[in-house]
């Protein structure tokens, strides 16, 4: 059974940085397509950027295109969201997500008409990250 258990969620102030972590088991890392996704109050939850298993290229929505890079470690299993130049905008509960489907992952994170939650079987219970001075 594939699990994801996020970590590294916190107060920044706007303008700050953090690094959140997706640690996969069940599975090898290399192998699975890794959507992060964040749902503010009151907002549905939207993709942030994805991970191709294939090559390790990765894909961002504009909102967070040239501030947020994701990464992985196969040594560790693990995916990786840097987040720099926080916005208050930015402040949400982050998921890492991902589906033995691996070709739908990142079209769910690049298409906000999909239902993330319906559309992708595996998530991790997610980190808050609160942007705020």
């Known amino acids: 059974q594939v699990q994801l258990v996020e970590s590294g969620g916190g107060l920044v102030q706007p303008g700050g940085s953090l690094r959140l972590s997706c640690v996969l088991s069940g599975g090898t890392v290399g192998y699975f397509s890794i959507g992060w996704f964040r749902q503010a109050p009151g907002k549905e939850r939207e993709g942030v950027g994805c991970?191709?298993?294939?090559?390790?290229?990765?894909d961002y929505v504009d909102s967070v295109k040239g501030r947020f890079t994701i990464s992985r470690d196969t040594a560790k299993n693990a995916v990786y969201l840097q987040m720099n130049m926080l916005k208050p905008e930015d402040t949400a509960v982050y998921y890492c997500a991902t589906d033995l489907a691996q070709q739908i992952v990142c079209n769910v994170v690049r298409d906000p008409t999909r239902s993330p939650s319906e559309d992708l079987e595996f998530w991790g219970q997610g980190t808050l990250v609160t942007v705020s001075s």
């Open positions: 991970i191709f298993s294939s090559d390790g290229s990765t």
